[in-house]
């Protein structure tokens, strides 16, 4: 081989080689950033991800006292340690957050919830004698039951899609339910019937928000009612159809043709399309809570003693027994990522029980941790994601964050010595009433703000497209509203 030819080819064969190592670095150098490494102080350092999102969007992001470029929904890499996050747009309060971040870790702030300085409230429609309101699970809709002068049962429905809400009367048949007699205040006039109001619960809809339980309790009996919302002439009573006597009833289908049922201690699936009753799945039960439309979950009265059992099941499966000598046990079923979950809290223990199958034959859910809580609570509940559990007595309510491993004590300051109940607005953002105001704050209990007089006895909501906040207000003159505090500005 010639000088010329030698020359050639190892030309070539660094030509291949530069090339191959720019590839490898390009690779490298693109793995690298996308796990989260950055260069510091000439030493390399794996950072975390943090995810920004807001309602409304558009918001300006700060980290650390600097600027993102980008307003939300967007993200930022934070280097391993304590960070304070602030989210804020004009006329909004600003939304503030303070915690640390893992390197690795992703850490999800996209529950902003930016309250308006300026707070816009109108009301609509009196309602006289309002004793219930119930929001469908869209959150498009409200069932409100009132009573009129005579007391009695008048069903509403209220369209909140919309910026001015409109109401509607819903006619159920009478003759579904036991009627009130009452006699006749003048001489030789009829006999009139009515439904008594006080006698009447909204219990739960269906997932296609098409239907809805309703309870009838006459001295001590309860008479269940399935709602065809939409067709309300199809409406049925299931006591009377099956002649049993539920006390507890959850519907696990999305018409309401499939229904999970407690009679005395029993439960037993229904069919309300075809008319059957199942044999009895589980004895000698208290009560139960379902998960989707096939996992069930329940407490047991243990035999020949004074303490019960948590259980679970999914439908056609074995019912198995997770927890035992509990003394007055709450459950929550609840699935979170790969992670099937049972939660049980008995005083002031959550027992979190979890495994990646639910239980068939034999129980799969391993005891995962103990949670010792400051007080004995007596509600348990899960977020809509199932990531959060919140253990609430009166004032003083728990929280601890799956994602996190971390817990936090929420009180509430309220000068009044009425139990002030605590729940979820959104999966993130809890509400509660504190003097009589609506307050929200994060499930962390920081961002606190008041946001409109309201009334304990009736559920708040957001509106399905997050503009409007929607509570009952009393009148001056012993009447009720619904209120409406507009969140987002336009």
């Known amino acids: 081989m010639n000088e010329k030819k030698r020359k050639q080819t190892m030309k070539i064969i660094m030509g291949d080689f530069l090339m191959l190592f720019s590839v490898v670095t390009i690779v490298v150098t693109l793995v690298f950033i996308t796990q989260g490494w950055t260069l510091d102080k000439g030493s390399a350092q794996q950072t975390g991800l943090v995810q920004f999102a807001s309602k409304p969007t558009g918001a300006t992001v700060e980290v650390d006292q600097t600027t993102l470029y980008a307003k939300t929904n967007t993200k930022a890499n934070v280097l391993p340690g304590e960070h304070e996050f602030k989210v804020w747009r004009e006329g909004y309060e600003t939304w503030y957050r303070k915690t640390s971040v893992n390197a690795g870790q992703v850490l999800w702030l996209n529950y902003t919830s930016l309250v308006p300085k300026q707070k816009t409230i109108k009301t609509f429609n009196a309602f006289e004698n309002l004793k219930q309101t119930k929001v469908y699970p869209n959150q498009e809709e409200i069932l409100a039951l009132n009573a009129d002068a005579n007391g009695a049962a008048v069903f509403s429905v209220i369209d909140i899609k919309s910026d001015t ?89 999305d018409n309401g043709s499939k229904i999970l049922v407690r009679t005395g201690t029993d439960l037993r699936q229904v069919n309300t399309t075809n008319k059957t009753v199942s044999a009895i799945l589980v004895d000698s039960i208290t009560h139960f809570e379902t998960y989707g439309n096939d996992v069930v979950g329940y407490i047991q009265k243990q035999k020949d003693s004074d303490k019960y059992s948590a259980g679970i099941f999914k439908l056609n499966e074995t019912p198995v027994i997770v927890k035992k000598d509990l003394v007055n046990p709450k459950i929550a079923v609840a699935s979170y990522y790969s992670e099937n979950y049972l939660h049980v809290l008995d005083g002031k223990n959550i027992y979190v029980l979890k495994s990646t199958e639910w239980p068939t034959k034999q129980n799969t859910l391993k005891l995962s941790q103990t949670i010792t809580l400051p007080f004995e609570a007596s509600v348990l509940q899960v977020n809509q994601e199932d990531r959060i559990i919140m253990a609430s007595l009166k004032n003083d309510t728990f929280v601890y964050d799956l994602e996190t491993d971390k817990h936090y004590d929420i009180t509430t300051d309220s000068k009044s010595e009425e139990t002030k109940k605590i729940t979820w607005f959104d999966s993130f953002v809890m509400y509660g009433f504190n003097d009589g105001q609506l307050t929200i704050h994060d499930f962390d209990g920081a961002n606190k703000h008041p946001l409109m007089d309201a009334l304990e006895a009736f559920p708040a909501t957001f509106s ?27």
């Open 165 to 253: 809400p409109k109401i509607s009367t819903l006619n159920i048949p009478s003759e579904l339910f036991t009627l009130i007699t009452k006699s006749a205040e003048i001489p030789d006039t009829p006999e009139t019937q009515f439904l008594a109001a006080d006698q009447i619960s909204i219990e739960s809809f269906t997932s296609d928000n098409n239907h809805v339980l309703l309870k009838q309790t006459v001295d001590g009996v309860a008479n269940w009612i399935l709602v065809d919302l939409d067709r309300p002439n199809e409406s049925q009573n299931l006591t009377r159809e099956f002649n049993l006597n539920f006390d507890q009833m959850i519907p696990i289908s």
């Open 464 to 490: 399905s497209n997050n503009k409007y906040v929607y509570a009952i207000q009393a009148t001056e003159d012993g009447k009720y509203t619904l209120a409406q505090l507009k969140m987002i500005i336009d």
